[in-house]
């Protein structure tokens, strides 16, 4: 069997180094083993992943008798529930599954999981077994049929093949089945012939073990096991997960090398999950953010001393000092972010700053050097785009500094330092609490290479660390005008088109303003920097067009004002975002909405505020899944 084993997995050797970040998708996996009811354990936990965005969704159990059911629906979870409403749901051991289509449309039948021929198997799946055309030919040779269009069908006959020629046990034909596969996983597989034991692997997709007393829960992030146990096993790369009842959780390698696991303490609360009396878990994370900023702060910032240790910066203080160019990449929200970083790095530490969108960074053949530092900020830290630019800015040599949301996942293990934002879950697909903690952790740091290179002044420096420690306080004052931005939002729930502008630090913020509403609201936004209106967009602007612009006093204030009044010339219609006691900018607009006076570096984090729930009313209003926007999903991990 041994023999076997080696000889297969060197013959697939090529497939192992050909490993790639790029091709995983969004699904959700969740797992139960122990003495409760499974059924109810795992519509929870699709429940609490449905933020990931999906389009199917399905259960596996087996049942005192030794059944293995499979239920599967096309839709929500609640359709899930519904469909199995007079069937069958009992058994203290089962799957489920939440599927975002790429092998195959999103219908019950490709839905996982899936059964293997003898229906003895199911498996469910997270990512895309590249090889399966190939592998599902060789199937069908020995007489498999298959029912649906996936990739995932292809791996459990795979697997059932392996367990019956072999004649061997569901962990070893699974760790056989794997040896043969290119692509990436997470995977989850029962045996209706042993209903004590379930076999998880992954490669490339989240995995993360629950531990119970004599239970255990799999999930693809901790939030379907967070109120059942505060003890987790992150699966590593490669690695094959032996959960059984009664015993010790084991893991082995693909390339069977025995590891032991490693229990971590989970810091998420089951509170940071629910909707806490918001009708939404957007309006929830926007209205965090003077707590979430000041836990991101706290331990970092010292407001006595005026002072900002970060330790990911301490420990690698030369890495920065030395640095010739810092590259930043990022996708969506976080790249917006990234912008910000670089307008405060140039600015205090005057090295050189590139942002590069990931998906463009990793195909473009991009000049990356030894002395490149590279910053890759994610919330989820599983982005699949920003994973691959890592690996490839690493095999260049560059250091690679992370900026990430969530502790334990692929980001900041793939990077060589970096720092949490640690602002808890953010559930809401469009970011808001993420974002404003990733331009804060950036402007720490910009403010602490300056410091240590000299180029920027300890007064500018304890100037703006005092300012900085003071925007919580500021970012409750902002989100007082929560009701007033709503009623407004009314008046523009016509609009099919909105212009955000900015100069500066709050063209980033413009972008990413107008992508807030293209997110939630689906009204189509173009975030501009206000100067280059008049090179183009300025065509699009009559009486119709909705112009949100971004014009506190600093910086720029003059040359804004000129934008605005060649917006009023063409009689757009003006939101404003101004500085508290501004009455300039407040006469030319349609409506205006204060935000405390700060440094100009810190704007962002104050403009922010009222551009989030701008969007997040408008959509409302609209009558949008403004939780789950259509198409979308949270954890991007698909390119
Ligand atoms: C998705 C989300 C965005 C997010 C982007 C990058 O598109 O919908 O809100 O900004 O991914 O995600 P990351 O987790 O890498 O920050």
Redesign the pocket.
């Known amino acids: 069997m041994l023999q076997l084993l080696q000889k297969r997995i060197k013959k697939t050797k090529f497939a192992t180094v050909l490993q790639t970040f790029n091709i995983k998708i969004m699904c959700g996996i969740v797992g139960y083993i122990g003495k409760r009811d499974a059924y109810p354990i795992l519509i929870k936990g699709l429940h609490r992943l449905e933020y990931r965005g999906y389009d199917s969704a399905g259960v596996a159990l087996i049942n005192s008798k030794q059944e293995l059911k499979v239920y599967k629906a096309k839709g929500k979870v609640a359709d899930l529930e519904h469909a199995v409403e007079s069937k069958d749901v009992s058994g203290t051991i089962g799957i489920a599954h939440t599927r975002w289509a790429t092998h195959g449309e999103p219908n019950q039948v490709n839905a996982h999981p899936h059964y293997s021929e003898s229906e003895e198997l199911a498996i469910i799946h997270n990512g895309i077994i590249e090889n399966y055309a190939v592998l599902k030919q060789g199937l069908m040779k020995h007489g498999y049929s298959f029912k649906s269009e996936t990739d995932t069908e292809v791996l459990v006959q795979l697997i059932e093949y392996i367990k019956t020629t072999d004649k061997t046990d569901l962990q070893t034909a699974v760790q056989l089945a794997l040896n043969q596969v290119v692509g990436a996983y997470a995977i989850v597989v029962l045996d209706r012939n042993n209903p004590d034991e379930m076999v998880a692997a992954r490669k490339g997709s989240p995995l993360v073990v629950g531990i119970g007393e004599d239970e255990f829960f799999l999930a693809s992030d901790a939030t379907p096991i967070v109120e059942f146990t505060n003890k987790v096993v992150y699966v590593g790369e490669q690695e094959i997960v032996h959960l059984q009842r009664g015993k010790e959780i084991s893991i082995r390698t693909i390339g069977n090398v025995v590891k032991t696991p490693e229990i971590k303490k989970l810091e998420m609360t089951l509170s940071q999950l629910e909707k806490g009396g918001y009708p939404h878990f957007m309006l929830k994370e926007i209205f965090e953010q003077p707590t979430t900023l000041a836990t991101s702060m706290r331990g970092r910032v010292n407001i006595e001393h005026n002072n900002i240790t970060l330790a990911g910066f301490i420990d690698n203080k030369e890495k920065f000092l030395n640095a010739k160019r810092i590259i930043i990449t ?5 790249w917006h972010a990234g912008l910000i970083g670089m307008y405060a790095i140039e600015e205090f530490a005057r090295i050189p700053v590139v942002v590069e969108y990931s998906s463009e960074f990793r195909y473009r053949s991009p000049v990356i050097n030894e002395d490149d530092l590279v910053i890759a ?7 699949a785009d ?1 994973l691959a630019a890592i690996e490839l800015a690493k095999s260049h040599g560059a250091f690679i500094f992370g900026i990430c949301n969530v502790v334990g996942a692929s980001i900041p293990r793939a990077a060589h330092s970096g720092c949490y934002t640690h602002v808890g879950p953010e559930i809401g ?3 808001t609490k ?1 974002f404003t903690a990733q331009v804060t952790v950036l402007t720490m740091l910009a403010l602490m290479i300056g410091k240590e290179k000299g180029t920027l002044s300890d007064e500018r420096y304890l100037q703006i660390v005092s300012e900085l420690a003071k925007i919580p306080e500021k970012i409750s004052e902002t989100l007082k005008q929560d009701d007033r931005i709503a009623e407004f939002a009314k008046t523009f729930t016509y609009a099919q088109n909105f212009i955000y502008l900015g100069r500066g630090y709050n063209y980033p913020i413009a972008m990413e303003g107008a992508l807030k509403l293209k ?1 939630i609201s689906y009204i189509h936004a173009e975030g501009y920097p206000a100067a280059e209106m008049k090179h183009g967009p300025i065509a699009l602007i009559n009486q119709e067009m909705p112009v949100v612009v971004i014009a506190p006093q600093c910086g720029t204030y003059e040359k804004v004002v000129s934008n605005i009044q060649e917006i009023k010339a063409r009689k757009g219609r003006i939101i404003s975002i101004v500085t508290n006691g501004d009455t300039v900018v407040r006469d030319m607009s349609d409506y205006s909405i204060c935000i405390p006076e700060t440094e100009e570096c810190l704007v962002p984090l104050l403009a922010a505020i009222p551009l989030q729930l701008l969007a997040y009313h408008i959509a409302v209003v609209k009558g949008c899944d403004v939780d789950q926007p259509r198409n ?5 991990t698909v390119e």
């Open positions: 990022a996708c969506g929200t976080s900020i994610s919330q989820s830290g599983e982005t920003t697909v469009a970011s993420a997110e979308l999903a949270k954890s991007v």
